[in-house]
């Protein structure tokens, strides 16, 4: 896959504050980029920089070897982390506005079934849902037919089953070959849609790769869970090593076959034992040191 | 062009959907047109306010042709004491109590009062008739006192239509972030602004005719000048606000800061346009501000037209002045315009 957009060295200072201090990253055409990081981390400045709304105080960001410039407009969707539509305009009104401020746009009764929002054609927009809203509001990203979206925060607010519905629509846009640029404070989210994923803290990208590669490159165990008072074990004894979470002892194994038969050994009743692989939300509270500031 | 009308589109339902807006913006004019013809017809204009004590006017009638003087309000008073209360405080010019004798009470800072006691004093002052004064009435058809000042109230509604229609519509957008939005697709600010302004002006312009007609029908404007030319001194003066308005819009995020700005610009413009009273005697200074004015202009070429018949050549310094304040303003507030906070 070639790189659709490159962002070089990327500044943006505030009075007495570094939104963004040096940021650099490649996107592959076709990919879903993921762009996580707690609240103030510098991703949604990092992101309207890159959409050409806001002018960044130094570096570069290029779209096919290029610096982005009015026309990038025409090829980029946008959907916003708040936003707010016209009012007294029904979805059907609202999409055709939109589509009216484009040279090329898709056709609206396919994004209509795409974004399933038959139902809700004839609505006025301050009558719908979160999760409705927001699937219009990815429509309107949708309506040039763009060839890069994106989507800042996109299920922030939504209850879970939107969320999930929201997750699907990002997949068959996916398929559609659309580059996907995401920002997100749910690292689930960015498990289940990001090709690669960069987390920043503090305006700098600490890490950057694939899930995959960035869990195998800071993490080589499994956690084991058990209820504390289940794990009668002296915990001075060195032999486990462990954390502790409210009324639950996490045991630490990279060695998950020697560590159940050890258990086994100690008579620690496993019957409630919970067993789990490291996640992007491990590596984020490991790599920031701080939860996740919603 | 696809871009403008459709943004121009947009708008306009949006205002027509806008029941409550809408219905305000068609009313309030009708009453203010009404409320000020009434107040201001020649019938109902009772300049003064006299209390008398203890008798009805009639009896004072035989006494002096002060008593049937229409411009004077007699008021029957029974307290003498809340009478002078009511003079210390203004509310009334002046208090006559008979008791064989006239009694009157004015206010030494009123001005009224002192000219109440000049008209009481002269009507008794025989003297006066004896003098050589003629009367000359004017010829010609009647410009009443509601035809004079109709001029006034339809632009000063033109006015805060332009000023608070468009300058609100915009704080709002960019305060919730539609601007934003649209930023986000290739509209361009000019786009944008046109926009806005026509369908502003598209809609003043309906609702004035609309305002204009329909008062028409009861109160019977003077009208001797073309309806062209009055259309054009409204449109262009409509166009050269909605710029004003666009000013104030440009930056401002708060629609608290609009609101005080846009009070700011259009109260001087209400008291020294010429609304209510003709600028003829002022302080130059006064004279001067006002045709820094775009009110100034509109209502003077629309009286101008309706009053007096007047042609282009006539008002043409108004349409220069307007049309320069419009650029100039368009210029400014397209240069200023921000599409976020």
């Known amino acids: ?294 | 062009m696809k871009r403008f009308l459709a943004i121009f589109h947009a708008r306009n339902i949006e205002f027509f959907r806008d029941k409550s807006a809408l219905s305000w913006n068609l009313i309030l004019p009708f009453f203010l047109v009404f409320g000020f013809a009434f107040l201001f017809s020649d019938e109902a204009r009772e300049i003064y306010k006299v209390g008398l004590i203890g008798e009805s006017p009639e009896i004072y009638d035989s006494k002096t042709d002060f008593f049937r003087l229409k411009q004077i309000q007699f008021i029957k008073i029974a307290d003498l004491e809340k009478a002078i209360n009511k003079v210390k405080h203004h509310q009334l010019d002046m208090v006559i109590k008979n008791d064989g004798d006239i009694h009157y009470w004015i206010n030494s800072s009123s001005v009224n009062g002192h000219i109440l006691e000049r008209v009481l004093k002269g009507s008794e002052l025989k003297t006066i008739a004896a003098l050589n004064y003629q009367k000359q009435t004017v010829d010609g058809k009647q410009v009443r006192y509601v035809d004079w000042v109709l001029p006034g109230i339809l632009a000063m509604n033109i006015m805060f239509s332009c000023l608070f229609g468009i300058g609100y519509v915009i704080v709002r957008y960019r305060k919730n972030g539609v601007l934003k939005r649209l930023k986000a697709t290739p509209l361009t600010a000019f786009e944008f602004i046109t926009a806005q302004i026509m369908s502003r002006l598209i809609l003043i312009v309906i609702i004035t005719a609309i305002v204009f007609f329909g008062s028409d029908l009861f109160i019977h404007f003077h009208m001797i000048g073309s309806y062209f030319l009055l259309f054009l001194v409204f449109t262009l003066g409509a166009f050269c606000l909605i710029s004003l308005g666009l000013i104030v819009a440009a930056k401002t995020t708060s629609e608290e800061l609009a609101n005080g700005l846009l009070n700011l610009i259009s109260w001087p413009m209400m008291i020294f346009s010429g609304v209510w009273f003709s600028l003829e005697g002022s302080p130059d200074i006064v004279i001067i501000i006002a045709q820094f004015m775009p009110l100034t202009h509109i209502i003077d070429a629309a009286r101008a037209i309706m009053n007096d018949g007047a042609g282009i050549t006539e008002i043409y310094p108004n349409l220069l002045a307007l049309t320069v304040m419009s650029i100039a303003f368009t210029t400014i507030g397209s240069m200023m315009f921000r599409w976020e906070r």
């Open chain 1, 1 to 294: 896959m070639n790189d659709i957009l490159e962002v070089k060295d990327l500044k943006k200072h505030y009075p007495g504050v570094k939104a963004v201090d040096g940021v650099s990253f490649t996107i592959k055409e076709g990919s879903c980029f993921g762009l996580l990081g707690p609240n103030g981390a510098g991703k949604t400045t990092t992101v309207e920089i890159m959409e050409g709304i806001t002018r960044q105080s130094s570096g570069e960001v290029l779209y096919r070897g290029n610096p982005i410039g009015r026309d990038f407009k025409q090829e980029a969707g946008i959907q916003f982390q708040s936003t707010a539509l016209q009012e007294f305009l029904t979805v059907n009104e609202t999409l055709r506005l939109f589509k009216n401020l484009y040279k090329k746009s898709m056709d609206l009764d396919e994004l209509i079934g795409v974004c399933a929002l038959r139902e809700l054609l004839n609505r006025d927009t301050r009558n719908l849902s979160g999760g409705q809203k927001q699937r219009l509001l990815l429509a309107i990203a949708l309506i040039n037919d763009p060839n890069i979206v994106f989507l800042d925060e996109p299920t922030t607010g939504l209850d879970p089953q939107s969320r999930r519905n929201f997750w699907e629509l990002i997949t068959s846009i996916k398929k559609r070959n659309k580059t996907i640029i995401l920002t997100t404070h749910y690292m689930e989210e960015a498990s289940e849609l990001c090709d690669e994923v960069a987390i920043m803290d503090s305006g700098k990208i600490i890490a950057i790769g694939t899930p995959g590669e960035l869990l195998e490159a800071h993490f080589n165990d499994v956690l084991i869970q058990i209820p504390e008072e289940d794990f009668i074990i002296n915990l001075d004894s060195g032999d486990f090593k462990i954390t502790h979470k409210p009324g639950k002892i996490i045991i630490h194994s990279d060695n998950l076959h020697d560590t159940l038969r050890l258990l086994g050994e100690r008579n620690v009743n496993l019957s409630r034992m919970e067993i789990r692989s490291r996640n992007l939300e491990d590596l984020f509270l490991e790599l920031t040191g701080n939860d996740l500031r919603a």
